[in-house]
């Protein structure tokens, strides 16, 4: 059992960054992949990006690529999300979630979910 909370949504100007934590309960953080998604109003749950387990392999969706950087802190059982260069469509609700699968890219490969945090990026 995984327990997620995350931190560091706000409101930032375009142009602007905000850098997302996601601190985990639990001794077993480390051996869950540890995606990002993020969901608009009206809008289906979106992939951000992923991280392994080890934090050696990260993948991201074709928008973020170059703009947002995944990490991960086994020793703090804590991802991060830094986001650069924000835009206003990146306006959304971004959730956490922590997967037994490889570097899946589908909400519902996803096992456990944070309860999310408000970005609202204004132009």
């Known amino acids: 059992q995984v327990q997620l909370v995350e931190s560091g949504g706000g409101l930032v100007q375009a142009g602007g960054s905000l850098r997302l934590s996601c601190a985990a309960s639990?001794?077993?953080?480390?051996?869950?992949?540890m995606g990002w998604f993020r969901q608009a109003p009206g809008k289906e749950r979106e992939f951000v990006s992923v991280?392994?387990?080890?934090?050696?392999?990260?993948y991201y969706a074709a928008s973020m690529k170059g703009r947002f950087t995944v990490s991960r802190d086994n020793a703090k059982n804590t991802v991060y999300l830094q986001m650069n260069s924000l835009k206003p469509e990146d306006t959304a609700v971004y959730y956490c979630?922590?997967?037994?699968?490889?570097?899946?890219?589908?909400?519902?490969?996803?096992?456990?979910w944070g309860q999310g945090t408000q970005v609202t990026v204004s132009s």
């Open positions: 991280i392994s387990w080890s934090g050696y392999s990260t």
């Open positions: 979630a922590a997967t037994t699968k490889a570097l899946p890219t589908m909400w519902h490969e996803y096992n456990y």
């Open positions: 639990g001794r077993t953080f480390s051996r869950y992949d």
